[in-house]
């Protein structure tokens, strides 16, 4: 998931806003957030997803997806139409 887009040349503090984010956690709740989304990736190697890679793929090339993504960086509300 997309949370920022940052222009390259603002890319490091960005990056740096993340990580001062994420280093705010408490440790241990980091380590089982990684140790969890590392089993859950795990897992969905071993289980068919080709269907919703492909469901996900419509989606993402959606009339809907591209303008959400205008109405977030216009900081407007997004008027979906299904499509």
Do not use: C, W, Y
Not at 60 to 72: E, L, Q
């Amino acid at each position: 998931m997309i949370s920022h887009i940052a222009a390259p040349a603002d890319l490091d503090g960005a990056a740096q806003a993340v990580i001062g984010r994420l280093l705010a956690n408490a440790p241990l709740a980091l380590k089982s957030m990684k140790a969890l989304i590392a089993r859950e990736m795990t897992f969905r190697d071993q289980i068919a997803h080709e269907d919703l890679d492909r469901l996900v793929t419509e989606v993402n090339n959606s009339a809907d997806a591209r303008k959400g993504m205008a109405a977030r960086l216009g900081k407007r509300p997004a008027r979906f139409e299904g499509r």
